[in-house]
């Protein structure tokens, strides 16, 4: 089992410019989260979906970002424009039924914004 | 609020030595607490939760409900133990809770 897939692994970018990250989760995981994690800091959630319901997005910020997970496998997280302070390890996880509470993490997409 | 407090941003202990980690919570509800771990360039993984009662890698948590901690303990730490470790908390009960992460605690193990 592959675990979950995210990519990019790393990305630069300059500010205002758009970034986009991909995340699939464990094959059979039907809820997925967005955390961010800034530097020295606990992963905090962005976004929970269930399927492709997002369940839980309190705490994306809506101006400038946005989050889709149209078959209820794979989901995008998009951020336009990026600012200086979106700096951060944006990490993706899933949970599954039998899992009770376990989430599976992602290595994670460290982003730089210049 | 819900909250999750890691006091320590380090915990630096010689192998064989006791190790505690600390953790308190804020929770109004009835909580679900959790450990999770990063080793050095791996990814985030759960180590323990409170409801197994279980012993991982030697180590154990208890869930206080009068002093609202869950302090993570290993009576002879190693040296493979050291890495990042999160106390969270689940915010919604059920199966699929939305995690509360503490800032974490560096354990760094020495020879």
């Known amino acids: 089992e592959a675990g979950v897939v995210q990519s990019p692994r790393y990305k630069i970018i300059e500010k205002k410019q758009p970034v986009a990250f991909w995340c699939n989760p464990i094959?059979?995981?039907?809820?997925l989260y967005w955390y961010r994690q800034n530097l020295g800091q606990g992963p905090e959630l962005l976004i929970r979906y269930e399927n492709e319901e997002a369940v839980d997005d309190s705490q994306l910020p809506k101006d400038r970002f946005s989050a889709e997970r149209l078959k209820g496998v794979d989901s995008t997280l998009k951020i336009q424009p990026a600012e200086l302070g979106d700096s951060a390890v944006y990490l993706c996880?899933?949970?599954?039924?039998?899992?009770?509470?376990?989430?599976?993490f992602g290595p994670g997409t460290r982003l730089t914004v210049l | 609020a819900q909250r999750v407090t890691q006091p320590e941003k380090l915990l630096s202990v010689f192998k064989g030595a006791p190790v505690e980690l600390k953790c308190n919570y804020s929770?109004?509800?009835?909580?679900?607490l959790f450990w999770y771990v990063q080793y050095s360039r791996q990814r985030l993984q759960l180590l323990l939760r409170h409801i197994s009662r279980e012993s991982i890698k030697g180590f154990t948590a208890d869930l206080n409900k009068g002093e609202t901690s869950f302090h993570l303990k290993k009576p002879f730490a190693q040296e493979e133990d050291s890495a990042m470790y999160y106390c969270?908390?689940?915010?919604?009960?059920?199966?699929?809770?939305?995690?509360?992460f503490g800032k974490g605690t560096k354990l760094s193990v020495k020879p």
């Open positions: 929770y109004s509800g009835s909580p679900e």
């Open positions: 969270a908390l689940s915010s919604n009960g059920g199966s699929q809770g939305n995690l509360i």
């Open positions: 094959s059979g995981h039907n809820t």
């Open positions: 996880a899933s949970s599954g039924t039998s899992s009770y509470n376990e989430q599976f």
